[in-house]
């Protein structure tokens, strides 16, 4: 029998983020999204750097997530996140400032010492922060801990 809904645990070493019974989620893998329904089949997956979206009843909800794994089983996903951040809890504009400050970073020539990695990270993570905030709700979702 299949269970009617997957228990959600996205945690950081920091904090938990959410814990939450969800409809279905989609995961940011390292090679591209992951629709999870109930009675998934496990997987261990790494995680990339985007929005992590959940479905709650009716309402959709937004975590930024950049890098970590997660293990899928057939009724609970754990999302071990390098760093995570609920939707409501992103400064916008500091992320569109990392953003705008990535992307000129790009547009220059650079030198020898320039860290390109370093700077696509942060532009991917400042694009998921972004993402996230644009995607949230008004509803505060159950399971998420103060």
């Known amino acids: 029998m299949l269970p009617e809904a997957l228990q959600l645990e996205v945690v950081t070493l920091e904090r938990s983020i959410v814990r939450a019974s969800v409809a279905e989620i989609q995961l940011p893998g390292r090679d ?10 496990p997987l261990l997956t790494e995680l990339g750097i985007a929005a992590l ?7 959709t909800f937004f975590i930024a997530v950049i890098g970590g794994l997660a293990e899928v089983l057939p009724d609970r996903v754990i999302v071990l996140a390098d760093a995570a951040e609920r939707a409501e809890e992103i400064d916008v504009p500091r992320a ?9 970073l790009l547009a220059t020539h650079g030198d020898a010492e320039t860290n390109w990695d370093e700077i696509l990270r942060d532009l991917a993570s400042a694009e998921a922060r972004l993402k996230a905030a644009e995607g949230a709700t008004a509803a505060t979702p159950a399971g998420v801990e103060a």
């Open 32 to 41: 591209g999204f992951l629709g999870i329904l109930p009675g998934h089949t």
């Open 53 to 59: 979206s959940y479905k709650q009843g009716a309402d």
């Open 96 to 104: 569109q400032a990392d953003a705008d400050r990535a992307r000129k």
